[in-house]
């Protein structure tokens, strides 16, 4: 009777042991999945907040440097640039006239020149006509030239026997540069300077 109740005892002891194990083993992982839980959600809320902080800065800075890269477009410049294409516009135009007129010209010098019709006296007169417009051309085409390489690249010159209109990019002239260009003039042609009109464009 004192074996089985000892039995029993042990068998009893041995289970409260078990259990006791068994609630603290249970308590212990709770305890720890919560703190593993707990540390991980604070990880989360760290590196989210470290995001966070990082796009506010992002924005910041992006929103500057587009403030800056506004103010820096905004104003003059281009303004700026419709007016130099609109003054080298009116300069282009203005030789893409000349160059017709001349064409048109020579073409009626070379119908009289070709026609059998006519005397030999009128012959040689559009013949002399048609060197003169030649050499015309190669004058204008001297006189840009020197122009551009003392600065005035956007610059369109009509020469007749006995003057000058010369049309240039500028928002004004000097009487220096007048007086540079007149020089200019001059030299290769036998125009004298008070029959030179030279004409600044800048609107």
């Known amino acids: 009777m004192k ?18 194990i068994a609630g603290y083993l249970n308590y ?17 809320e760290l590196a989210n907040k470290e995001l ?5 800065d ?20 281009g303004e ?27 073409e ?9 019709s006519i005397s030999e006296e009128e012959k040689q007169d559009a013949i002399a006509q048609m060197v003169k417009l030649t050499e015309l051309s190669e004058q204008e085409m001297a006189i840009e030239t020197l122009m551009a390489s003392k600065g005035f690249s956007e610059a369109v010159v009509n020469l007749t026997e006995d003057s000058a209109d010369i049309v240039v990019d500028a928002a004004e002239l000097t009487d220096a540069n007048r007086a540079q260009i007149e020089d ?3 030299r290769k042609t036998e125009i004298a300077p008070e029959n030179i ?6 609107e």
Do not use: C, W, Y
């Open 52 to 56: 966070l902080d990082i796009s506010e």
């Open 80 to 106: 700026a640039v419709l007016t130099n294409s609109s003054a080298e516009s009116t300069v282009a135009q203005a030789k893409v006239s000349r160059e017709q007129v001349r064409a048109e010209n020579k």
């Open 108 to 116: 009626t010098l070379q119908s009289i020149i070709d026609n059998t």
């Open 197 to 202: 009109v030279i004409t600044p464009i800048h």
């Open 3 to 20: 074996q089985i109740f000892k039995k029993n005892q042990i068998i009893i002891t041995t289970l409260a042991v078990m259990i006791a």
């Open 58 to 77: 992002d924005v910041e800075n992006s929103s500057g440097e587009i403030a800056s890269t506004d103010s820096e477009v905004e104003g003059t410049p």
């Open 28 to 44: 212990s992982g709770k305890l720890f999945g919560e703190t593993k839980t707990g540390t991980t959600e604070a990880n989360a």
């Open 184 to 186: 200019i003039v001059t």
